[in-house]
């Protein structure tokens, strides 16, 4: 059933992929105004999405030089 296997959406409610845990998730009353923006389910995964951006991003050209 792909990607969507065991998830429910009785309401027909729009759905994205979170780009961090890559997990469905659908519309909430909070992103009414900003769901075009919507790129995460959860705060917990912005905040870690921005902490560790995904390793294909280059991270080797970027050198922390603070020890
Ligand atoms: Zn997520």
Do not use: I
């Not at 998830?7 to 780009?19: E, G, I, M, S």
């Not at 870690?48 to 991003?57: E, G, M, T, V």
């Amino acid at each position: 059933m792909g990607l969507l296997s065991g998830f429910r959406n009785p309401h027909n409610l729009p759905v994205k992929t979170c780009a961090h845990c890559e997990r469905p998730f659908c519309w909430r009353r909070k992103w009414a105004r900003s769901w075009n923006e919507v790129k995460y389910c959860s705060k917990a995964c912005s905040q870690q999405a921005a902490r560790k951006p995904p390793a294909n991003l280059c991270a080797a050209g970027s050198v922390e030089d603070e020890f």
